[in-house]
């Protein structure tokens, strides 16, 4: 390399031979990457102070015999190289950002207004399947997830965990991916944040996601809580209805069942109707490669492929090539060796697991599971409660709230139990989380006001072997059913009554609490699940609050939620008082008043229904 | 910049930076943000190495050179987009100001950042014999180095030279920069070269 090429033109003297220079110049020779300059003229001064030692060019070809013996030198300008990458994608949001028109109700991006700084930034970072350089660069130049989610004034109802936030960095960039959470970590919520804000940066404008049906209304619920501005659309009802609905370009996000899927397969496969987010819950369901619903889900036109399952293998290796045939088709094959599949697999699957996780004792997770009633159930809870409430009505000034509390517990057993055909909408929620939670080696409480519920739960969870602990069990019998709850592996269920099981009992061994129904007071539930929850536990509890839609538990639960919503609203940072359900609350349940004068004396000892068995379970 | 011409102009910063890469030398990146701090452009060079001649002849004012002159002035020619201000966590950047329309604003971290003393927003010179100001001194040639200008910017420690504080952008920093943790976007460069880096071996 000259030194002209190094960025500097210079000239020797007679006096000192050029070929003395020309190797002191050689041997100080910068790296390769200074790439060549033009020559320029010398100015008397750079604007550095360094003098030239001559104040005119001297050129090469006139160096014959120089006036003086002086060696002059001038800064030049290097060309130096750059590599330049541009991200449309963000060039929108330079003025001010408008929603697209197949989006409508998706909110614009307000520009922040207040400086934040974060004890923790978590970091975007690119799949290993992202193969050009411009595509990784746009997923390291993007913020931090925290910054992204302030910057689209993106609020949670609750602050997520820093190992949510990694899931939601993990999503968020990926094509393909399987968020393999233990079940209660919040797979749900991820999912919607990354999706949430996959439409938010126009990454995405349409999104389906596909769950099991007794699933959709808890996702329909999880969507308002953690996304309340997206619009959801849910693929129901007849073939006509449906048809309609697949087509609705102005909806971002369709929720549909595994069922529909395979009825209006020719709808959904066709590429007209492409999504750019496809996400599978459950999908354990596509497990079997050659079933229609996997064929079906490898068919739909996406850009982006997501699973979500507590179990990605429930029986063998094939189960996980079942599920990357949706994924990733062909990156996984069943002869590989378990080894080989784990690493191939290992950027496209992340799985965390409440051990690893949550190392404080023990977090305790409360989910609400939605639940839709059978068709069977609605019927016989609409007759019910109709000839319920008119007979309610005829009682006029006789009414007292012991009527009305019959009514209510009439209704609430309904909600467990159609009485004609014992068909259960939660039954089926409950055995599908207790085959995943068993299948981990994981233990279960489940508590009922009833012990008739208990009893047909014994019989139609038989296959998992479940205990009773109630107060029809005799006294001297109730320390070998929790032993044997405790010592045998195969004893992963314990059924038990809020009266007999929520207090005075270590059962830090079960992680994971049902409450089938619910208790009138929060008190005696939280009792119930402390017998999980508590010093010594081996992990973190996730407790599932059954909850029934368009049914008395929702008005009830409704009526317990704004009062303590209202109360953390006056009194902020303290906690919400053990609410109960006045005497005014119960009539409004059925949309009635207090009737005049005196009311009927109450079985409890106070004017609250609070601790009002009237069948209680023990 | 006059002020009055950076009100019509969209929300961009740039931010600059210099790594010194093991082995291989110097490499610049130079990252546009919108408001919202989403990418919207990035430039890095390849790496530059100077040599010994280079070393001995600009003496204590080689950085400016390398990371003003010629790494800052290149990675703003390429640019297509003007920001209302670029931001460098190293000084020995701030001469790339010359080379830019945008006024250049030193990033200060705890144990750079001068004790301002005036309200947020205000800006205060930075005695040149203070040792945070001899770090910021670019011009080792001047046998009395001109003060920086120092700014205290909500959260922000910002330093500048003076022909750049007088452009006029000042009084509206606060508001522009608002919404930035302004330290975070290197980390987002240095990211970015290292993985440019990797690429190219």
């Not at chain 1, 750079?46 to 014959?64: F, H, K, M, S, V």
Request: charged share 25%; aromatic share 8%.
């Amino acid at each position: 390399m000259s030194a002209s090429q190094a960025g500097f033109s210079w000239q020797a003297t007679a006096a000192t031979p050029p070929t003395v220079w020309s190797r002191w110049f050689q041997t100080l020779e910068p790296e390769a990457e200074l790439p060549t300059a033009a020559a320029q003229p010398i100015s008397t001064r750079d604007r550095y102070g360094l003098r030239p030692l001559n104040e005119a060019r001297i050129d090469t070809a006139a160096e014959a015999s120089p006036p003086l013996g002086i060696t002059s030198w001038a800064p030049q300008s290097l060309r130096v190289t750059t590599s330049s990458y541009e991200f449309a994608g963000s060039a929108s949001a330079v003025q001010a950002v408008t929603p697209s028109a197949d989006v409508p109700e998706v909110a614009p991006a307000p520009t922040p207004s207040h400086p934040r700084k974060h004890s923790r930034y978590t970091r975007l970072k690119p799949a290993d399947e992202t193969i050009k350089l411009a595509d990784r660069l746009q997923v390291l130049l993007e913020p931090p997830l925290e910054l992204l989610l302030e910057n689209q004034s993106l609020d949670f109802p609750a602050r997520p965990f820093p190992f949510q936030m990694d899931g939601v960095a993990f999503l968020y960039p990926r094509h393909a991916a399987m968020l393999a959470d233990e079940m209660g970590l919040g797979k749900t919520m991820q999912a919607i944040t990354a999706i949430r804000l996959l439409l938010r940066t126009s990454a995405a404008r349409s999104v389906l996601l596909i769950c099991p049906k007794p699933l959709v209304s808890n996702w329909k619920r999880e969507f308002q809580n953690w996304a309340g501005e997206l619009p959801i659309l849910v693929i129901e009802g007849n073939q006509t209805r449906r048809r309609w609905q697949w087509r609705q370009p102005n909806a971002p996000i369709k929720i549909a069942n595994y069922e529909p899927l395979r009825r209006d397969a020719d709808i959904i496969t066709d590429p007209a109707l492409r999504f750019d987010l496809v996400v599978l819950d459950e999908s354990q369901r596509i497990k079997n490669r050659s079933g229609a619903t996997s064929t079906i889900a490898r068919s739909i036109p996406r850009e982006r492929s997501w699973a979500l399952t507590g179990t990605p293998v429930e029986n063998s290796a094939d189960d996980l090539v079942g599920i990357f045939d949706f994924l990733a088709p062909g990156h996984l094959h069943a002869s590989m060796t378990p080894q080989r599949m784990g690493r191939l697999a290992g950027d496209y699957v992340l799985r965390r697991t409440k051990a690893q996780v949550l190392i404080d004792l023990p977090p305790k997770l409360t989910r609400d599971a939605d639940i839709e009633l059978t068709a069977e159930q609605r019927e016989a809870y609409r007759l019910a409660e109709e000839k319920g409430v008119l007979r309610l009505t005829e009682l006029g000034d006789a009414l007292t709230i012991q009527h009305v509390f019959e009514l209510v517990l009439r209704l609430k057993q309904i909600c467990n139990f159609d009485p004609a055909t014992g068909a259960s909408a939660k039954l089926e929620r409950l055995t599908a989380d207790l085959e995943e939670l068993t299948a981990s080696g994981q233990k279960a409480l489940i508590f009922s006001q009833w012990v008739e519920t208990l009893g047909v739960l014994k019989k139609r969870l038989h296959r998992f072997h479940p205990l009773e602990f109630h107060g029809g069990v005799p006294s001297h019998k109730r320390d070998d059913v929790l032993n044997e709850f405790r010592d045998d592996p195969k004893r992963r269920v314990l059924l038990m009554s809020y009266g007999a099981g929520s207090v005075g009992l270590n059962l830090q061994f079960a992680s994971y609490v049902f409450l089938f129904d619910r208790w009138w007071n929060p008190a005696v539930e939280d009792q119930a699940i402390n017998r999980a929850h508590r010093i010594g536990a081996s992990g973190p509890v996730t407790i599932t609050r059954f909850l029934t839609l368009r049914t008395i538990e929702e008005r009830i639960d409704q009526v317990l939620r704004d009062k303590r919503e209202l109360f953390e609203q006056i009194f902020a940072g303290a906690a919400s008082p053990r609410t109960r359900l006045s005497q005014d609350e119960i009539f409004g349940l059925f949309r009635l008043k207090c009737p005049a004068g005196p009311i009927a004396p109450m079985p409890a000892p106070t004017s609250t229904m609070a601790d009002m068995p009237l069948l209680p379970a023990q | 910049m006059p002020s009055d011409s950076l009100a019509d102009l969209p929300l961009v910063f740039g931010f600059l930076t210099v790594v010194q890469q093991p082995s291989v030398g110097l490499v610049g990146g130079y990252l546009l943000l919108n408001a919202q701090g989403r990418p919207l452009e990035f430039h890095c060079t390849a790496a530059v190495r100077a040599n010994r001649t280079q070393e001995i002849l600009y003496g204590p004012t080689l950085e400016p050179y390398l990371y003003g002159e010629q790494i800052g002035r290149t990675l703003f020619q390429v640019s297509k987009l003007q920001p209302v201000a670029i931001f460098t966590d190293r000084p020995a950047a701030l001469s790339a100001a010359e080379h830019s329309a945008a006024p250049v604003w030193l990033v200060l971290n705890e144990a750079q950042a001068p004790e301002a003393e005036g309200s947020p927003g205000s800006a205060t010179s930075v005695d040149s014999t203070a040792s945070a100001a001899a770090m910021l001194r670019v011009d080792a040639a001047q046998t009395s180095p001109a003060p920086m200008h120092a700014l205290r910017c909500g959260e922000h420690r910002l330093a500048c030279r003076p022909a750049d504080a007088a452009r006029g952008m000042e009084d509206r920093l606060e508001a522009v920069v608002a919404g930035f943790d302004l330290a975070e976007p290197f980390e987002r460069i240095r990211a970015a070269i290292d993985e440019s880096q990797r690429g190219a071996r």
